[in-house]
């Protein structure tokens, strides 16, 4: 009893300060925070870390992929009352939350925000205001779409780029149309670095090259989303990550709609403000899967987020929104709401609210809970649960995103959770580029340096330490890696290699001039890839002659039908969705598959999860010949920005692993530091060890995933894990056959079982798809010989005029003779036992975990470059 009554103490303290406001001084940043030691401004007060925010407390949950997240934002936005602040690189209001999209029209984003606003929710929203002639976001879209919504809806975009002088841009860009010009990765090389200054346009001193790149959502100043998943196209998965979405047999069953049907390999976004265009054929290419974290957050953490987005809203409003638009904009006040929304009988409510939930979890540590509040959600026990967390907020924030002198701590906070480590770190992040030394400019973050310290310690002090770091085999822009227009994306991947293995100034070349020459023993690195298997059985060619229309012009008619207009709109006379026109080819597709047999499955990414079916015995209807066809790979796009250290701490956030998002002088990112007091009794190198609770359970259900230790999750059947926090806790299966096998990540047997699934998955993969990157490909010829020579790639650049003509034509010809088949499908020459052999080796998959290709062009001298001379721009905007 006297730790419920200290719990109720700890709540009424903290409804006192909420009602006072005495947290907002607390959590309030101060002017130039997190300037640093030693700087210029050594009068400013500094946490740990250097952070503009104290460590304090909160509960938190975990999410790992798109579904189970999007679910419980929905879930939140759906009771928000009050407030709803959203930071976001990328917005896109068409996005579905929930899937299929058919049986859930209400949440859509836009559907939700509007909703809510009509309820007299404040809606505040800052997006990333992009360069148009170099990204696809369309900021623009979003603002005005949103805004016409509903007034109680206000978007800010920044920062402003282009110069107010366009006869400056013009003459820098001297016979050029601006209005035409499209640049892409090759012709950003071409251009000289005072150009693409005007282009970009500066603030002070800085060329905005920079990106916010924030991802938060904060909902009645109560609980907050954040981390590596932007509420946008292309974000959406379950941990199986299904990537064939063709439906034959019942065109309401698809899960990625429109824009959202994404593979960045094949085709960038194009044309986002029309959410139903799409260039990909989902009956011939697969999507590409979207691996993320992220987590929920609620008690006092939520006031230094809450801190952040006033900080950052207020900043932009005086810089821009201030002068324009007059009376339209307010800035948000200390306590949390906007002037144009507080009044006593508001404010009343709100403290009114306060009081409720104080209340409430006055009731809940007695054990009298609230049926209203739970609103059907079954409140389970504390398994995988952790409400007493200690949390920080870190930031990377500089002048012309904050308006703040640098800060760069959670550069600080990588470091630290890396030379503290005592037993592991597991690195999943987008990027990785990093320096060991000051040879390896421009890049300038050490991280790299930290991890080669912490190795060699561990080596000379004969210590059994293990850093594994997951990462993308390649950035997600579309395009052959040997065209020109993939100079950024080889640049990218030669700052990463060069950070890796390429020189020896990188982290193993570092390692072995200091004695490390058994590096594989303390440090890998791995990538993530999947397959599956369209249904273009016979049901497809048998609705399709009976229908007399396309499953592809049914399928955008779909597209049409369930989102074509706003949520509510008043002259359709329908709550949700779009008007009747346009489904004639729709309404005849479905009215003849609806009485066609449809055995085959609509997709096959179960059968590499636990308790999945052997490949070889999934049902089939059609030839052999068009299953071999159906078969499609692509990598598993890892998006996420996580560190977990040791099974004790965990660094969620925006961040990724290099320049622009460490240095805090590039792109703005927020980042949270979770160590867990809450205990879990484990193994670690083969000796009990305690860990905690939120940190143990989050790495052990990622290294399941990657193995394909987890069931099938499909994007219809929620359970208590997408929740938000404040509804469930988390579920977790601790001592089940799966959960013991990752229990120990310094043990003999995990490491064998990691390391033999990821070369099993490997050689899979190069044998049934030949992808690329591919250790196989150790020059240009023989990537030539391994990949170009078997594909046609949809979406290729070539040069203009006759060369671009010739090429397609010789492709198309190959194509028609056998000689190529269409990227991500199955190399036919590999395969004279046709499909069966095929099953064969698909049937030793488990989970995605493949091996990273560190051999890969390594005999090439410069990767990136290729003959071409890039920029200062080019060099610095890729690191």
């Not at 703005?668 to 867990?676: G, H, L, N, R, Y």
């Not at 193994?683 to 989050?698: N, V």
């Amino acid at each position: 009893m006297d730790r419920i009554f200290q719990k109720a103490e700890n709540l009424l303290r903290d409804a006192k300060e909420a009602l006072t406001g005495d947290h907002e001084e607390r959590f309030q940043p101060k002017p130039n925070a997190g300037a640093g030691e030693g700087s210029q401004y050594p009068d400013v007060p500094r946490y740990r870390f250097q952070s503009f925010a104290p460590e304090t407390s909160g509960a938190a949950k975990w999410y790992i992929d798109g579904a189970s997240y999007f679910h419980a934002v929905s879930m939140a936005l759906e009771e928000a009352k009050e407030s709803i602040y959203i930071l976001d690189w990328w917005l896109s209001p068409e996005l579905y939350l929930r899937r299929p999209p058919s049986r859930n029209e209400r949440y859509r984003l836009d559907n939700m925000l509007r909703a809510a606003a009509e309820r007299g929710v404040e809606v505040r929203i800052i997006v990333y205001k992009e360069v148009t002639q170099a990204l696809t976001l369309d900021s623009a879209h979003t603002k005005h779409h949103l805004e016409d919504l509903h007034p109680n809806i206000k978007v800010f975009r920044h920062p402003d780029h282009l110069p107010t002088d366009r006869k400056k841009l013009e003459t820098a860009f001297a016979g050029f149309s601006l209005d035409t010009i499209k640049f892409n990765d090759f012709s950003l090389s071409k251009f000289s670095g005072d150009a693409l200054k005007e282009l970009y346009g500066s603030f002070g001193d800085t060329v905005l090259y920079w990106a916010h790149h924030e991802k938060l959502c904060v909902i009645d100043r109560r609980i907050a989303f954040m981390g590596g998943l932007d509420m946008c196209f292309g974000r959406y998965d379950t941990m199986s990550h299904p990537i064939a979405d063709a439906h034959p047999g019942n065109l309401d069953e698809i899960v990625f709609p429109g824009q959202d049907f994404n593979n960045a390999r094949v085709y960038d976004f194009e044309g986002v403000d029309n959410w139903d265009h799409n260039q990909l054929d989902r009956t011939k290419n697969s999507r590409m899967g979207w691996s993320d974290i992220t987590i929920s957050l609620k008690g006092p953490i939520v006031g230094s987020l809450i801190d952040h987005f006033k900080d950052r809203w207020n900043f932009i409003f005086d810089e821009k929104y201030s002068k324009r638009d007059q009376g339209k904009y307010q800035r948000i006040e200390l306590g949390g709401s906007s002037q144009e929304s507080r009044g006593g009988e508001e404010g009343g409510e709100r403290q009114h609210h306060f009081l409720d939930d104080f209340s409430r979890g006055i009731r809940h540590f007695i054990g009298e809970e609230d049926d209203e509040h739970r609103r059907g959600h079954q409140r389970r026990g504390s398994h995988g649960s952790s409400s007493n967390l200690k949390i920080q907020l870190c930031r990377s924030c500089c002048e012309w995103s904050g308006g703040h002198p640098p800060e760069r701590s959670i550069f600080n906070a990588y470091v630290n959770a890396i030379e503290n480590a005592k037993h592991f770190v597991y690195i999943e992040n987008q990027f990785f580029i990093t320096a060991t030394s000051e040879e390896q400019r421009p890049v300038y973050n050490k991280i790299g340096a930290s991890i080669v310290s912490r190795i060699v310690r561990a080596h000379n002090n004969g210590e059994n330490f293990q850093i594994i770091v997951l990462m993308p085999a390649v950035p997600a822009f579309a395009g052959d890696l040997q065209a020109d227009g993939s100079l950024g994306t080889r640049a990218i991947m030669e700052f990463q290699y060069n950070s890796i293995n390429r020189g020896s100034n990188s982290i193993i070349g570092s390692l072995q001039r200091r004695g490390v020459h058994d590096w594989r023993r303390y440090i890998g690195f791995y990538n993530l890839r999947n397959y599956d298997r369209i249904n273009i059985s016979s049901t497809l060619r048998r609705a399709e002659r009976e229908s007399g229309v396309s499953y592809e012009n049914a399928r955008r008619e779909y597209d049409e039908s369930i989102g074509g207009y706003p949520y509510s709109r008043r002259d359709t006379g329908r709550e949700y969705g779009g008007d009747d026109h346009k489904r004639d080819s729709y309404d005849r597709y479905q009215a003849a598959a609806s009485h066609l047999d449809n055995s085959t499955w609509d997709t096959v990414s179960s059968c590499y999860m636990e308790g999945g079916q052997d490949i070889r015995d999934v049902p089939w209807d059609g030839s052999e010949e068009a299953e071999l066809d159906a078969f499609v790979s692509e990598e598993l796009y890892i998006h996420s920005k996580v560190l977990i250290a040791d099974d004790r701490l965990v660094i969620c956030g925006s961040a990724n692993l290099n320049d622009r998002s460490q240095l805090g002088t590039h792109d703005s990112e927020i980042a949270v530091v979770i160590e867990d007091g809450e205990p879990v009794e484990s193994y670690m190198d083969g000796r009990p060890y305690t860990a905690s609770r939120f940190a143990t359970s989050l790495r052990r259900q990622l290294y399941r995933k990657h193995l394909g230790l987890v069931p099938d999750e499909r994007w219809d059947r929620p359970n208590a894990n997408w929740t938000p926090v404040d509804c469930d806790p988390q579920q977790y299966d601790w001592g089940s056959r799966s959960d013991r096998l990752v229990e120990d990540p310094l043990s003999a047997d995990f490491r064998r079982l990691w390391e033999e699934t990821a070369r099993t998955n490997t050689e899979v993969f190069s044998k049934v798809f030949h992808p690329v990157p591919n250790d196989q490909a150790r020059t240009w010829e023989q990537y030539q010989d391994f990949f170009t020579r078997h594909f046609t790639i949809p979406g290729s650049e070539e040069e203009e005029g006759d060369r671009k003509k010739k090429k397609k034509e010789e492709a198309e010809a190959e194509a028609d003779r056998g000689d190529k088949v269409a990227y991500g499908h199955v190399v036919r020459a590999e395969f004279p036992g046709g499909v069966a052999e095929v099953k064969d080796w698909l049937s030793r998959v488990r989970g995605t975990l493949v091996e990273m290709p560190l051999d890969f062009l390594i005999e090439v001298d410069d990767i990136a470059k290729a003959g071409l001379s890039l920029n200062a721009f080019t060099d610095e905007i890729y690191t």
